[in-house]
């Protein structure tokens, strides 16, 4: 049987190195994704900033109080370090008008994976977070809140915005569906 986050972290935290890696290999797909969908599909760039995640965790396990789920901390502290990555750089990039990739000869999920990367592009900032964080990270309005600081009418804004230019694009992209 799988151990819990709490008996992982407590095992790491008594020493065995073996509990971290299982706490890194849980989260670091869904880590890797959020970013990437932030980042709007450069892969680079959320790995990186994923590390970061995970070498964060490792130095600042024992200041986990537990006030959230690890999920719920480790999604915050990702979002805090793509802002200050943002705000360092001008490496994020929205386009308006991208072709989407030839995916003739593609796997259907990683299809799927890139259509949404791409159409990431298109969405704001504040958008791309709130809709990632919603139905990617599976998080309730009030963690997105707790995640971000964000006020909850704010959250709920950016979600149906974001909801609402994605069903465009889909609809413009499969104009017979």
Known sequence: MSKSDSELIAGFLAGDQSAFEALVRRHQ???RQFL????????ALADDIAQEVFVRLFTSLSTFRGEATLSTWLHTVAYRMFLRHVQSSDAIAFVSDEDFPDTASTAPS??????????MKHLSLNER??????YSAGMSHSEIADATGAPLGTIKSHVNRAKRKLAK????????A
């Open 169 to 176: 694009l889909l609809n413009m992209e499969n104009p017979n």
């Open 110 to 119: 990683v299809v799927s994976d890139i259509m949404v990367e791409q159409m």
């Open 36 to 43: 990437r969908r932030l980042t709007a599909g450069d892969h």
């Open 129 to 134: 977070l709130m809709v990632t964080l919603s």
């Open 29 to 31: 797909s869904s880590i």
